[in-house]
């Protein structure tokens, strides 16, 4: 244990309150560490497994300084944690991954631009700050393309499809004129990410690469390890060991690439917190990747990321609920499938409520298990019978 380390019954403080701090929570008890967890909610997925559970704004600087006294280290479990609440944090504590890390990934035209300056390859895109920059830009940039907000998206929330026949200025007023980004679109082969880990002593550590399919913009299937060459692979992973090292990062970082069909890879963006197409290596990775965080926030050697097989996962949005309870025995009586829920009580549609996940003797048959389980769940809806 180097003396810099953060040791076991130590206090971790998690800024967020969703799934992502759930897993990493019960990673962090398992370990023997306690949990703070701070977000505007009461009874977060989060907060269910958190020793205490602040219920608080994060603009509320004057909590979230209190919050990071009261802790050995500070977190996040996603990224629009509004800037001034991180640089409050690191005024009285130790903030992992760094708030300058949080600052870029949380932004996307401060994203791409550090992409850019450290020469990793983007698709083609344009600033779109005022209306001359939108129309120039959807000049330069040509259709189809992707209007994008630079902050605050998620689960494709903020985004609009351009296509030849959209009205962009229209579609711009309804992403409420807010500063963007406007992308070309990709013709997509497939998409894939990469989570790596860099620990205090600047060591690292890359799962397998993570193979994503999303419907409707949101993810939908994961399957690991991707079908993809070789020569891909390692340049997703020097991608994201040269993010690490620009971004001087401490903990888990995911970067979701795009692999072209003309066999381009682009980074869409980067998540600096672990990331839903990394859920599968709960149960099929030798360390999952919130045990990593935690290893890599607390200072502490990084665990052996290797898959102990192939592995899919399949997101349970709250779609699933739309007839009723889902019928979890069925899912439960598989030997293969293992189910994880995050205690929301409401499930709304498009609304991530949980995931499962398979192993198979191959991806392909790890996936045909884990969809085979998701319609198990809603095959004996009266409604169906
Ligand atoms: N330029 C593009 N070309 C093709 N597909 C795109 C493009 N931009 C986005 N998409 C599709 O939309 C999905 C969501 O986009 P993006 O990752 O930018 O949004 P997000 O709202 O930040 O989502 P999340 O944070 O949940 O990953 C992508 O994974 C991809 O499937
Ligand atoms: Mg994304």
Known sequence: M????????STIGVLGGGQLGRMFAMAARRLGYRVHTLAPEHDTPTGQIADIEIVASYDDLDRVREFARAVDVVTFEFENVPAAAAAAATEV???RPNRHALEIAQHRLREKGFLRTIGVPVAPYVEVRTEADLLDGAHRIGRPAVLKTAALG????????VHQDTDIVAAWRSLGRREAVLEAFIDLEREISVIGARGVDGDLSFFDLFDNTHRHHILDVTVCPAPVPTAIAGEAIDITRTVLEGLDYIGILCIEFFLSRDGRLLVNELAPRPHNSGHLTFDACRTSQFEQQLRAICGFPLGAPDLIGPAAMANLLGDVWADGEPDWAAALALRDVKLHLYGKTTPRPGRKMGHLTALGQTAQHARARVLAARDLLTRTRPAEL
Do not use: C, H
Request: glycine share 22%; aromatic share 6%; charged share 10%.
């Open 93 to 95: 504590g130790i903030v």
């Open 154 to 161: 998620y689960d494709g929330k903020g985004q609009i499809a």
């Open 2 to 9: 180097s003396a810099a380390s953060i040791p076991p019954g």
